[in-house]
Structure formats: structure tokens, C-alpha cells
């Protein structure tokens, strides 16, 4: 192969509105731009019974052709249907075969709404129970990206999930992961495997930043100090340790910006009153919902699933200047101590952690948190690699 191919199928794990890593995909559309090359997001595929009963939001996407949108000049996002969902279809080859069938003939017909002629394309995915993507064009170039590890919330290893990647392995022609720690578990045994990283867009990076965003109103209203996290509210955090560090710092406020997944956590901090949801905001507020916060927080469980992860949102913290407090993550012990520190789940490390924080100078951290995340733009990521991945579509490529 001896150069890029014209499509790039990234298959999602999740559904696009939920997929995290959404601006990671325009940003290598337009790297994409520089070899010919088009990207197009594959929403997860839908099928008559699974859709119906699972995501009944999206039942309307049945009914005539699959739906495609163009996000960008070089970024598509298509909504294929299959034969049955893959979690069932995996344990039957019969099934997954006829996944295939049906993938491929809907492959065809995007090509001809695109107006592009790619008998392999690049096909892109993250979880092993995406592998038979790999069986969907004999010769295509395979990039399987892990970005999480392959654990439940508590940190028990998924040992059927990992099996599986044994089944695909030898046709992985480049593993990617977001941290050195997932690089160096799961990498043994593949061709060529990479740490790619996590990163922050160019456009929201000069949003963030800029230093006249005014408090969100939402927040504001909210004593100071405001103690604030951002994201997915689920069981994923530390509901203990919040709950303890609430009790005994009642001074502080503990501000939860995003969803709230799971109604008991609702329901368990009903009656501590420094604990605050606020519900979630468009992204464009992201900038006066941090600059709101006096300390970031980001108080996960302390289990093998966490330790390994490399989180998006550490570098818009970072941007805004925004010192934050994190449970141990073996990628971030490596960042400015300026920005952030790991502490163990106790809440007097914790609770010394951010007091320090509280005193600290936040023009440093401004200067040191702009600076780093400056390093780690998407637009300037993905160039980057697929530069280096160019040199493996080369016939005598031997990178590594």
C-alpha cells in the first residue's frame, strides 16, 4: 500500500452525541485534507429489534436511507444499519457475517453519495468488540485505538473482553492509546503500537485561554470557594470521599457541572447543602463555567479502570489556568505540579491538596497551564500523526 486511502472510517463505540472524542475526528479530517483522504464517523450501526427496544430516540432512522450528515468539508457522520447488534452478533459466526454483509452494502452506497471510489478504506475503531471491522475489506489498513481500559467502573479486569483481541491482533496494522500506561499493557504483539494522547481543540484553546470571561451566572450565585467538576456525574466518582470532604470543609463549595446518570446520587447528598448540581451547559460556556471554579476536582474511584486513563478534561482545565485535584492517573503524575496534583482518596489529602491550591498563585498557573496545553492540540496531533502513519503505507515502512 503506497498511500492513504480516499475514506477513513472511524467506527464508534458509542453513539455520536455521547462520543467524546468528537473533535479529535475534525481535527483529523482536516490533516486528512493534506493525502486526499475523507473521514467519515460511524455512528453505531442500527438494526429493526435492538434500535427499537434500546434507543427508541432513534427508531425514525430506520425508515429510508441511512442517514448521512456532512460536518465539515472532509468530515462526514453516517448512520448504517446491520443485521443484529454486535454484542449478540459476536457469538455467533453466522451473525457476524451477516453484519458484514450488510456493512459492506451500505459502505457501496455511502461511496456513491460521496461521490468517492475506495475499495479499502482506513477503517478506524475502539473496543475489541468492534473487531470483525477488520474482516470488512480483505487488504484494508487497521487502526485499533484503546482510549479506556479494558475494566468495569471498579477496576475488574474484562478478561472476556480482552480474549477477544487475541482473535483480531494479527490484523491490527496500528494500535493506538491514549496513555503510556494502556501503551504499555496492551501493545505486546502488535505490529506497530503508538501512544497517541488526549488533547483539546485549537479553537477552544484560544477560547479558554483568554482571561476576560466573566463567572457563569449559575455558578456565581454560589459562595465562594467553589470547588468545581465538570463531565459525566455517575458512580464513576468517589461518592465517599466527596461526602467527606463536604462534612468536614462545610465552608467549601462542591459545584457538579454535566448530567447526573444515576438518581441516587441525587437522593444520597439531598441533605448536604454544599454540595451543589447545577445541571448541564453548552460547551461554548465551558470557559465562564471553569473560570468560576477556584480549584478543579476530579475525585474518580481509585481502581485499576481510572489509574490507567489520560482524561480529556484536564486540558481545558489547564487552558483556563484552573489548578485541579485528581485520584491517581499515572498519565497526569508527569504534568506541572502548577496544574495538577494526584493525591490518594482520603480526604485529608485531599482536603490539603486544595487548601494549597486555595493559597497558590493563580497567575502561574495560568502561564504553566496555557503553555502546556498548547502541546497538546488536536489539529497539531493528528498532522503529526498521520505523517508518521504515512511512512507505514510505505512498502518498505518499519516504523515502530
Not at 475489506?137 to 483481541?165: M, W
Not at 467549601?252 to 448541564?280: E, M, Q, R, Y
Request: net charge neutral.
Amino acid at each position: 500500500m503506497s498511500s492513504f486511502p480516499k475514506v477513513i472510517l472511524g467506527f464508534l463505540m458509542v453513539d455520536w452525541p455521547l462520543f467524546m472524542r468528537r473533535k479529535m475526528l475534525y481535527a483529523l479530517a482536516e490533516a486528512a485534507e493534506k493525502y486526499g483522504s475523507t473521514v467519515v464517523a460511524v455512528n453505531r450501526p442500527l438494526c429493526q429489534i435492538s434500535t427499537i427496544v434500546r434507543k427508541p430516540q432513534r427508531a425514525r432512522e430506520l425508515l429510508g436511507d441511512a442517514r448521512l450528515q456532512k460536518l465539515a468539508s472532509n468530515l462526514y457522520l453516517y448512520s448504517p444499519r446491520y443485521f443484529i447488534h454486535d454484542s449478540i452478533a459476536q457469538e455467533l459466526g453466522i451473525l457476524e457475517s451477516l453484519n458484514l454483509a450488510a456493512l459492506r452494502s451500505s459502505y457501496r452506497k455511502l461511496c456513491k453519495r460521496i461521490g468517492i471510489v475506495e475499495e479499502k478504506p482506513l477503517i478506524w475503531f475502539y473496543h475489541p468488540v468492534q473487531g470483525y471491522v477488520t474482516r470488512l475489506f480483505p487488504g484494508s489498513f487497521n487502526v485499533y485505538e484503546i482510549y479506556d481500559n479494558l475494566a468495569d467502573i471498579h477496576g475488574n479486569t474484562l478478561q472476556a473482553v480482552e480474549k477477544r483481541i487475541d482473535k483480531f491482533r494479527d490484523r491490527i496494522d496500528l494500535l493506538l492509546t491514549t496513555s503510556r500506561k494502556l501503551h504499555d499493557k496492551y501493545s505486546p504483539g502488535f505490529k506497530h503500537a503508538w501512544e497517541f494522547g488526549n488533547g483539546i481543540d485549537r479553537e477552544t484553546y484560544e477560547r479558554m485561554i483568554r482571561h476576560d470571561h466573566p463567572p457563569h451566572p449559575a455558578i456565581d450565585n454560589i459562595a465562594s470557594p467553589r470547588i468545581g467538576y465538570t463531565g459525566l456525574i455517575s458512580q464513576r466518582l468517589d461518592w465517599q470521599l466527596i461526602h467527606d470532604v463536604a462534612d468536614r470543609r462545610p465552608d467549601w463549595n462542591l459545584v457538579f457541572v454535566g448530567k447526573v446518570f444515576d438518581k441516587s446520587i441525587l437522593n444520597s447528598t439531598a441533605n448536604i447543602n454544599n454540595i451543589h448540581f447545577t445541571g448541564a451547559f453548552d460547551h461554548s460556556e465551558m470557559p465562564s463555567v471553569l473560570r468560576s471554579f477556584d480549584v478543579g476536582f476530579m475525585p474518580y474511584r481509585d481502581n485499576d479502570f481510572f489509574r490507567y486513563s489520560n482524561p480529556l478534561k484536564i486540558y481545558e482545565y489547564a487552558a483556563t489556568g484552573l489548578k485541579t485535584v485528581s485520584s491517581n492517573m499515572e498519565e497526569l503524575s508527569s504534568y506541572p505540579s502548577e496544574i495538577v496534583k494526584i493525591v490518594p482518596n482520603r480526604p485529608d489529602d485531599w482536603i490539603e491538596a486544595i487548601q494549597a491550591y486555595l493559597e497558590s498563585d493563580d497567575d502561574v498557573a495560568r502561564s504553566v497551564g496555557a503553555e502546556f496545553a498548547g502541546k497538546f492540540i488536536w489539529e497539531d496531533m493528528t498532522a503529526r500523526l498521520l505523517d508518521r502513519m504515512q511512512q507505514l503505507f510505505q512498502p518498505s515502512g518499519k516504523d515502530s
